[in-house]
């Protein structure tokens, strides 16, 4: 009966992450304190600030994106922060692609970073070379490199 | 170890585009510069400056001045042959080298802060920012016991003398700082707007009410040049210094990096990339 509930369950489960996607579940990390997160068929790459990376950053007051349907190679710069403290910090693409849409709410309200970092996206890029998201670190090794700052 | 870099009257468009080969290679040490100058006036913004909203554009193009914008943060200044740079780009683990007991301060309300002992990830732009006048520009400056951090800028009392930047990637910082010896009254006032967002210290004054001029306190800028490299050669724990050629430095602009500063073209109204003999067109 246990074997029976246990297939059950994993069947479950299974058929859930198919039908969404094991990547919807799965948030990555870029070494430059971005967070990003694939769509299920592998063309739109949503990035946003690590929560880490706000911390670091301190009270952020500016924020500049791309415009839409620039293209960026992985590693360009594609915007900058700045905080209160006449500090830059450069963004750059976590993965290659064209600009897709930019979070305008951000550029009105930068603190929106600071306050909820984890749900406010900056930029969406339409991948053009999906194998780049395997250079990404995931949450585990994320958690690691961050403990090296601490 | 720490590499010296001295330059006299040296491009301070130049002097950035080196700046950024440095700071945005891995592992390239930590560096002071130091320059005495740039031989034409210039306007340089911040990285996130619009040109328009801070330059007065046709007056400094009908004077035949360029505007820059720099690869790292803060605000405007024309800069002259008479405006000192000067640049610290460290490796995070070397400042807590030299400083082990400099402390993170983070404000949690109003009346409390908290003061944590430092590791690398809790260096705050502040902290740097704190660092950079209690422990580095207050030797300079020793003799002005009004000496100060006002906000992100070094003042006497209320007046500012010099306008600071920084940078932070994952492993270093960089604060660079254009201090005033001497200015042109008459560029500062036509050539910048008055910022929308000012520091609360400034109290809306003009430029000349705001700024002060160092030679109305040094003699020279060489008396400061001074200062600044006794006050190197006293950090703590004495680190090895060593002084280096511009040909030293121009080795690092052929590693491949991200370029963000630029220049404002004028016909265009936009910013381009420089395109210069650090950085020519690819055939």
Same mark, same amino acid.
């Given at each position: ?8 369950? !994993? ?43 706000? !911390? ?29 403290? /006449? ?5 750059? /693409? ?23 970092? /984890? ?27 961050? !403990?090296?700052?601490? | ?14 002097? $950035? ?5 440095? =700071? ?12 005495? &100058? ?11 400056? %619009? ?25 405007? #200044? #024309? ?13 995070? +683990?070397? $400042? %807590? ?23 690398? &990830? ?16 207050? *030797? ?11 906000? @992100?800028? =070094? ?6 003398? &010099? ?10 910082? $960089?604060? *660079? ?15 910048? %707007? ?6 609360? =210290? ?18 020279? %800028? ?12 006293? $950090? ?7 002084? #280096?050629?511009? +040909? ?12 963000? @500063? ?22």
């Amino acid at each position: 009966m246990n074997i029976i509930k246990t297939g059950i369950k !994993q069947s479950l489960v299974s058929g859930i992450y198919s039908k969404v996607g094991i990547r919807a579940f799965c948030t990555h990390y870029s070494a430059e304190l971005e967070w990003v997160k694939l769509s299920d068929d592998n063309k739109v790459a949503t990035v946003g600030l690590s929560s880490f990376g706000a !911390q670091r950053l301190g009270k952020i007051n500016y924020v500049e994106l791309p415009k839409e349907h620039r293209k960026c190679r992985r590693e360009e710069k594609f915007g900058v922060l700045e905080s209160s403290n /006449a500090t830059a910090f450069g963004l750059y /693409a976590p993965v290659s692609g064209e600009v897709l849409e930019v979070n305008e709410k951000l550029k009105k309200s930068p603190s929106l970073l600071n306050e909820d970092p /984890a749900n406010n996206w900056m930029v969406k890029f339409k991948v053009s070379k999906p194998d780049e998201f395997k250079k990404l670190m995931d949450s585990n090794k994320y958690k690691k490199f961050v !403990q090296w700052y601490r | 170890m720490i590499r010296l870099l001295r330059l006299n009257r040296f491009p301070i468009l130049k002097q $950035l585009q080196i700046e950024e080969a440095l =700071y945005r290679t891995p592992n390239s040490g930590n560096w002071i510069i130091i320059n005495n &100058g740039t031989p034409e006036p210039i306007v340089i913004v911040g990285a996130t400056g %619009k040109a328009d909203k801070l330059v007065n554009l046709d007056e400094v193009e009908s004077r035949g001045i360029q505007t820059m914008k720099r690869f790292s943060g803060g605000g405007t #200044v #024309v800069a002259d042959e008479n405006t000192l740079f000067t640049s610290i780009l460290f490796e995070f +683990e070397t $400042l %807590k080298q030299l400083f082990p007991t400099m402390s993170s301060t983070t404000t949690t309300t109003t009346t409390e802060t908290t003061t944590t002992s430092i590791n690398v &990830g809790n260096i705050y732009p502040k902290d740097i920012m704190n660092w950079s006048a209690n422990s580095f520009y207050k *030797h300079v400056f020793q003799e002005q016991l009004d000496f100060r951090l006002q906000e @992100n800028d =070094y003042a006497f009392g209320k007046q500012k003398f &010099g306008g600071n930047a920084q940078s932070f990637s994952k492993h270093k910082f $960089l604060h *660079h700082t254009s201090f005033l010896y001497d200015f042109k009254d008459d560029h500062m006032m036509a050539c910048l %707007k008055q910022p929308d967002k000012i520091p609360e =210290y400034r109290q809306n004054r003009d430029h000349l009410s705001f700024l002060c001029k160092l030679k109305d306190r040094y003699q020279s %800028k060489d008396h400061i040049i001074n200062n600044l490299l006794k006050t190197i050669n006293n $950090l703590p724990t004495s680190p090895s210094i060593k002084e #280096v050629t511009l +040909e030293e430095a121009e080795q690092f602009l052929l590693n491949p990096h991200p370029k963000s @500063n630029q220049l404002f073209d004028y016909n265009l109204k936009n910013w381009k990339d420089i395109i210069n003999e650090y950085n020519p067109i690819k055939n």
